[in-house]
């Protein structure tokens, strides 16, 4: 069965770094386009940013370009996403997903907190 | 980037009645490349609808989706206690260089 795990998530200062990780299994990794979308506490869902199966695509949200950077290994069944300039407004938790037709598969999500 | 613009933020409905919930976006979406999903408190998402109106599997008949453009409808045909939740429409144009992907707002679909 499809299992997508994330971590790296915790508490970070404005300004701040952290990179987040995906583990999947269950299905042919490299087949599928990857997503990150957040949310923000009592907030609606933010798509934040996709990377195509074979990588060499990424797209970002306004909100994150130039600060977030999405990769995958597909040799580890793995997803990241590095976190720079982190500022209060990022806050939230971070959903790995699958993308296919939409998004069919989520994590249970790694909550980022960025405060001083 | 297209918006969603989901109606009514909140619909108060008793158990067997009838939801409907739109979605509308700022212009067209492609191949209707629109989805929905359900979101159940301290839960991800789940995909509920997508294509506009192909139900994920598992997902109970008594949802239905349809819409093609720019209007978009999730409808419920008589709700059962497990169905209140926050809905979210979301398009997936899955063209090199359009739109992001967005979501709607979410409708919350509370027991009156």
């Known amino acids: 069965q499809v299992q997508l795990v994330e971590s790296g998530g915790g508490l970070v200062k404005p300004g701040g770094s952290l990179r987040l990780s995906c583990a999947a299994s269950?299905?042919?990794?490299?087949?599928?386009?990857m997503s990150w979308i957040r949310q923000a506490p009592g907030k609606g869902l933010e798509w934040v940013s996709n990377?195509?199966?074979?990588?060499?695509?990424?797209t970002y949200a306004d909100s994150v370009k130039g600060r977030f950077t999405i990769s995958r290994d597909n040799a580890k069944n793995s997803l990241y996403l590095q976190m720079n300039g982190l500022r209060a407004e990022d806050t939230a938790v971070y959903y790995c997903?699958?993308?296919?037709?939409?998004?069919?598969?989520w994590g249970q999500g790694t909550l980022v907190t960025v405060s001083s | 980037e297209i918006v969603l613009t989901q109606s009514p933020g909140t619909l108060s409905l008793s158990p067997g009645e009838r939801a409907t919930l739109s979605c509308r976006a700022s212009?067209?979406?492609?191949?209707?490349?629109l989805a929905w999903y359900q979101q159940k408190p301290g839960q991800a998402p789940r995909r509920l609808i997508s294509?506009?109106?192909s139900r994920a599997t598992g997902i109970p008949d008594r949802f239905s989706g349809s819409g093609s453009g720019t209007d978009f409808t999730l409808t419920i045909s008589r709700l059962e206690p497990e169905d209140f939740a926050v809905y979210y429409c979301?398009?997936?144009?899955?063209?090199?260089?359009?739109?992001?992907?967005?979501f709607g707002q979410g409708t919350r679909v509370e027991i009156k």
């Open positions: 294509g506009a109106s």
């Open positions: 997903v699958r993308a296919n037709w939409g998004f069919d598969y």
């Open positions: 212009q067209s979406v492609r191949n209707n490349y």
């Open positions: 269950g299905f042919t990794f490299s087949d599928y386009y």
């Open positions: 979301q398009q997936y144009d899955h063209q090199y260089g359009s739109s992001p992907w967005t």
């Open positions: 990377i195509v199966g074979g990588g060499s695509i990424m």
